[in-house]
């Protein structure tokens, strides 16, 4: 049995790299059990005994060099397509920002060997649209490639216009109390209200915020707003140099806060290098389990670039 297991431990590392970019990362050796730890821990959790449906999930956490940082998502590779509702009872179930569900586009192809896949992510109350290997989503193609220990996805790029204050008044007041605004915008194109505090305010303001999620609903109920980006200027002469820090709320999906948001920064990249004069953007979501990302603005689209770290894989028997 021992033989049996190394070799099924040693089929899995492509599967587990694939994983990897999935999550925005790439990791090596860490977070594994011995083979004989592994063996042992199968006989006694019962792995092999039969169920409807066997279903392979990672939890990693992405935008991070260490454990318990960064954004902590799951992905489960399936063989075929799940109901539009269990998908949504796995999410609830696994109550982290999000759940990935993939699918080899090439029903020929093993998660090994694939390159193409159909993509689908859901927090714990709904399915998020807004999320080289290629992902068909709901918001089109995702790219994904390695650049050296990091994993390079590329993300459209959302403008952001002048908001009229006291059309938000209510859900600015719930989400920085009295805190002073330098400059506050809306994107249509992912439904984002933008708030950049006063540059008299250091990070700290940023961190310690706690905005209230029902007080927020409660003032937008319209559908308009799905999600609150409040940002400040960095400081790019001081190591490592962040050029901005943000921190991104949405209630609305479930999620108080997002640990560390990739597609909140189709917005902040561009609303930043105009301001900054610059292309290339180190930026830190100030979370309390934060994350770091790096920016490059490419005309309309955006490379988010990070890395991630392998928590945990098991088998969902359903």
Known sequence: MLSTTVVHFQEQWPTVQKVRV??????RGQGHVTRVENQLFQEFIGVGKTSAMDIPIFIMDAFTTLPF????????????P???ELYQKIATEMNL?????VICKNTSDSFSTASRFSLRWFTPTNENA???IVFDTLSG????RIRGDCIVMDFPIYTSTPQEPHEVAE??????GDLPLEDLQYSEDSKTLLLRLADTCDISALTSLKPDPERMMKSEHTGKIKGVSVTIKGAPDSQPGYDFFSRFFTPWNGITEDPVTGSAHSILAKYWADRLGKQRLLAYQSSSRGGELDLEVKGHRLDIAGRTVF?????LSL
Do not use: D
Not at 22 to 27: A, C, D, K, V, Y
Not at 69 to 74: D, I, T
Not at 171 to 176: D, E, F, H, Y
């Open 311 to 315: 928590i945990l894989q098991g088998t």
């Open 130 to 132: 807004n999320r080289v």
């Open 69 to 80: 940082k960064g954004n902590p998502a799951a992905v489960c590779l399936l063989q075929k």
């Open 171 to 176: 859900l600015v007041k719930a989400v920085v």
């Open 141 to 144: 193609e995702l790219c994904n």
């Open 82 to 84: 799940l109901s539009e």
């Open 97 to 101: 920002p999000e759940t990935a569900f």
């Open 22 to 27: 999935i999550m925005l990362g790439w990791s």
